[in-house]
């Protein structure tokens, strides 16, 4: 179940960073798809969950997923109080990045607070395609099935490699369809040739949920990756400052987002 919440939780950092590297999808033609987007992101992390009289319960772990397909469950995860407001955290940093730019500033006002409900009723009854279910959680879903489908196919290639090397070289076979199926193939085209190709930060997810099988992974990143866009006009001082090794002040900055985070560095008990 850690490893279906840490997958969540990486794809749900990835698409909306690849998708939105061009700000003009925030707005006209583009503006359905992101508002499921924007959805997506905002919706909590859990694995199965349970509806009983009006009353959502998450990470029930019944189940490695909740019933995305599944009217009831898909509306009571889109309008609950968690969503709701990190939405709203989300529409205020599209906001702020919208009005820095001089041709899309008369669109910030669609991500005002007032738009919450008609964001959240977009994405749950799309009047175009239905991205939200049929690409981004169908395809977060068989992410989660498949990499759980790959860790038991490694886990039995560990206990046959001494006893039954055709069974092992199976399930070694076995463990790389699945994973080449996943993080590879599986997240090449989610917006249908509307949207960027994220097949190449597969491995991250991979990452996530190799980290989420085995907690004792010793592997680290040793640096962390972050995307920060400056607001209009930055001063031109600021690319020889950065290369200079001198972040920009929060004053420029319009949004800054962490894509890959390094850990706090382990303090040892004798330390």
């Known amino acids: ?48 969950i349970l509806l009983s009289r009006g009353d959502l319960k998450l990470d029930t772990d019944e189940d490695l997923y909740w019933d995305y397909r599944d009217d009831a469950e898909r509306r009571a995860m889109i309008f609950n109080g968690i969503t709701g407001a990190t939405l709203l955290s989300r529409m205020e940093q599209v906001r702020g990045l919208l009005l820095e730019i001089d041709d899309l500033r008369k669109h910030a006002q669609d991500y005002g607070p007032g738009s919450l409900d008609r964001l959240r009723e977009t994405a749950f009854d799309p ?26 196919a ?15 070289l199976e399930s070694m076979a076995e463990f790389g369809e699945k994973v080449t199926s996943t993080f590879n193939s599986g997240l090449s085209d989610l917006f249908r040739g509307q949207g960027p190709n994220i097949r190449e930060l597969g ?17 680290e990143p040793s640096a962390h990756l972050e995307v920060t866009v400056l607001r209009s006009p930055a001063p031109e001082s600021w690319a020889e400052e950065f290369l200079a090794g001198k972040r920009p002040a929060a004053a420029i900055v319009a949004v800054r987002q962490s894509v890959i985070e390094r850990p706090p560095k382990r303090v040892s008990p004798e330390s």
């Open 127 to 152: 009047a175009g395609n239905d991205h939200l279910t049929r690409s981004l959680l169908a395809a977060e879903a068989m992410a989660i099935r498949h990499a759980c489908e790959a860790g038991c």
């Open 154 to 168: 490694m886990a039995r290639f560990r206990n046959s490699a001494g006893v039954d090397p055709a069974e092992a």
């Open 203 to 219: 491995s991250l997810v991979y990452l996530e949920a190799s980290c989420a099988l085995d907690p004792g992974l010793t592997a």
């Open 1 to 48: 179940m850690a490893m279906s919440r840490a997958v969540q939780r990486a794809l749900r950092r990835i698409i909306p960073l690849c998708y939105f590297q061009d700000p003009h999808r925030f707005v006209a033609a583009e503006s359905g798809i992101a508002a499921q987007v924007l959805v997506y992101q905002s919706l909590p992390v859990s694995t199965s």
